[in-house]
């Protein structure tokens, strides 16, 4: 059962228009639940707001760059700006020419960001250095590492580039089904190799050439049509180690050795969106609102939470012992590691959480739909 998805939310490779006809909910007109009734703030965690700043509205998916005590990202409009996570202080800013479509990535020297006209542009602080034109739409923020771009296309081609240069240096496509998700995929490294999702894969590749060192299947696309078939890795990836655990779309979570390239363990799961995770414990959110938590030896689940049923939720965030997430209006929700017991919630500007809450130095920082980020700190 399909829910809470917009007739946005999937591409067909090889062709520049957005599959329609899907609706939020399963059935034309229907009705969607009711959010789940939150109740008193049962305030067991002190966290204020310490600073606000505005970088226009996003309506792509923003992945928030952290390096020391900077934060990196970028709006719609093309604005991509670096912030002082203790202040909230502009550290540089650059506007770009285009809409972006995907973005931030960096390592703290260079940013790199894709446009809504399929162009990779690389900056450092001092202003743009080169942009390249790529084969295909770009929904994954690039990934920055040892002076090198990694791009995840939707025509499901990787690609590096040399950050100083902008030179191409290979390139990989892999065969896949006709439909990839209008949102990010998983694309990070792991020690010395280059870990991304190529449908219901995580495969491993050499960063140096492109070559496939490993490849783990997690979910196996079935069913008659090309929706029910599309199982991507979605972004927002759980790393302890060498053991990266990640979600296939509406079908299963499950856990890589990449030092080995095998399965750890698979278990079905029906989310759309990303992981987080510690030692113990593997942490997402269901389609439905359900906050989940599945050990990480293993993928027994050890706790399941309704309370913040059909609230839409995004991917969750590991923080001290609490877990965070965020809503469709805006709040972030701290639930307790060990069951998911609610413990405190902020309010931010009313619009969605649209990027995954990350940590820079000591604050906790959260964009809204409407462009407003927050930094928070504990009391």
């Given at each position: 059962?399909?829910?809470?998805?917009?007739?946005?939310?999937?591409?067909?490779?090889?062709?520049?228009?957005?599959?329609?006809?899907?609706?939020?909910?399963?059935?034309s007109?229907?009705?969607?639940?009711?959010p789940?009734?939150?109740?008193?703030?049962?305030?067991?965690?002190?966290?204020?707001?310490?600073?606000?700043?505005?970088?226009g509205?996003?309506?792509?998916?923003?992945?928030?760059?952290?390096?020391a005590?900077?934060?990196?990202?970028?709006s719609?409009?093309?604005?991509?700006?670096?912030?002082?996570?203790?202040?909230?202080?502009?550290?540089?800013?650059?506007?770009?020419?285009?809409?972006?479509?995907a973005?931030?990535?960096s390592?703290?020297?260079?940013?790199?960001?894709?446009?809504?006209?399929n162009?990779?542009?690389?900056?450092?602080?001092?202003?743009?250095?080169?942009?390249?034109?790529?084969?295909?739409?770009?929904?994954?923020?690039?990934?920055?590492?040892?002076?090198?771009v990694?791009?995840?296309?939707?025509?499901?081609?990787?690609?590096?580039?040399?950050?100083?240069?902008?030179?191409?240096?290979?390139?990989?496509?892999?065969?896949?089904e006709?439909l990839?998700?209008?949102?990010?995929?998983a694309?990070?490294?792991?020690?010395?190799?280059?870990?991304?999702?190529?449908?219901?894969?995580?495969?491993?590749?050499?960063p140096?050439?492109?070559?496939v060192?490993?490849?783990?299947?997690?979910?196996?696309?079935?069913?008659?049509?090309?929706?029910?078939?599309?199982?991507d890795?979605?972004?927002?990836?759980?790393?302890?180690?060498?053991?990266v655990?990640?979600?296939?779309?509406?079908?299963?979570?499950?856990?890589?050795?990449?030092?080995?390239?095998?399965?750890?363990?698979?278990q079905?799961?029906?989310?759309?969106?990303?992981?987080?995770?510690?030692?113990?414990?593997?942490?997402?959110?269901?389609?439905d609102?359900?906050?989940?938590?599945?050990?990480?030896?293993?993928?027994?689940r050890?706790?399941?939470?309704?309370?913040?049923?059909?609230?839409?939720?995004?991917?969750?965030?590991?923080?001290?012992?609490?877990?965070?997430?965020?809503?469709?209006?805006?709040?972030?929700h701290?639930?307790?590691?060990?069951?998911?017991?609610?413990?405190?919630?902020?309010?931010?500007?009313?619009?969605?959480?649209?990027?995954?809450?990350v940590?820079?130095?000591?604050?906790?920082?959260?964009?809204?739909?409407?462009?407003t980020?927050?930094?928070?700190?504990?009391?």
């Amino acid at each position: 059962m399909l829910n809470q998805f917009t007739v946005d939310r999937f591409f067909k490779v090889g062709v520049s228009v957005v599959l329609v006809g899907l609706l939020a909910a399963c059935a034309s007109g229907s009705k969607a639940p009711k959010p789940a009734e939150l109740g008193a703030d049962p305030a067991l965690l002190g966290v204020r707001t310490v600073w606000k700043a505005q970088i226009g509205k996003v309506d792509f998916p923003l992945a928030v760059n952290t390096s020391a005590n900077a934060v990196t990202l970028a709006s719609s409009d093309g604005n991509v700006s670096s912030l002082d996570a203790q202040t909230g202080a502009s550290l540089w800013r650059i506007k770009l020419d285009t809409q972006i479509s995907a973005g931030v990535g960096s390592d703290g020297t260079y940013a790199s960001v894709v446009t809504r006209d399929n162009q990779l542009v690389t900056m450092v602080a001092e202003g743009e250095l080169w942009r390249v034109r790529l084969s295909s739409q770009v929904f994954t923020a690039p990934l920055v590492a040892g002076e090198r771009v990694f791009v995840l296309g939707a025509d499901r081609v990787v690609s590096a580039f040399d950050a100083r240069s902008g030179k191409k240096l290979w390139s990989n496509q892999r065969p896949g089904e006709a439909l990839v998700l209008r949102q990010a995929g998983a694309l990070l490294a792991v020690n010395n190799t280059l870990v991304v999702g190529l449908s219901g894969r995580l495969v491993g590749l050499n960063p140096l050439t492109g070559n496939v060192v490993w490849d783990a299947p997690l979910a196996t696309p079935r069913g008659t049509n090309d929706i029910e078939r599309l199982v991507d890795l979605v972004a927002g990836v759980s790393r302890e180690g060498n053991v990266v655990c990640a979600r296939a779309f509406q079908a299963a979570v499950g856990c890589v050795n990449t030092n080995q390239g095998n399965v750890i363990w698979k278990q079905p799961a029906s989310g759309g969106v990303g992981l987080s995770g510690d030692e113990k414990q593997v942490y997402g959110a269901e389609a439905d609102g359900k906050l989940m938590a599945w050990r990480l030896s293993d993928g027994v689940r050890t706790w399941t939470s309704e309370r913040l049923r059909y609230r839409q939720l995004g991917t969750p965030l590991v923080l001290g012992r609490s877990v965070v997430v965020g809503d469709n209006t805006g709040i972030l929700h701290f639930v307790a590691r060990t069951d998911g017991t609610p413990l405190t919630r902020l309010s931010t500007d009313g619009s969605a959480i649209v990027a995954t809450p990350v940590v820079a130095g000591t604050t906790l920082v959260a964009v809204t739909r409407n462009g407003t980020v927050f930094g928070f700190q504990p009391e």
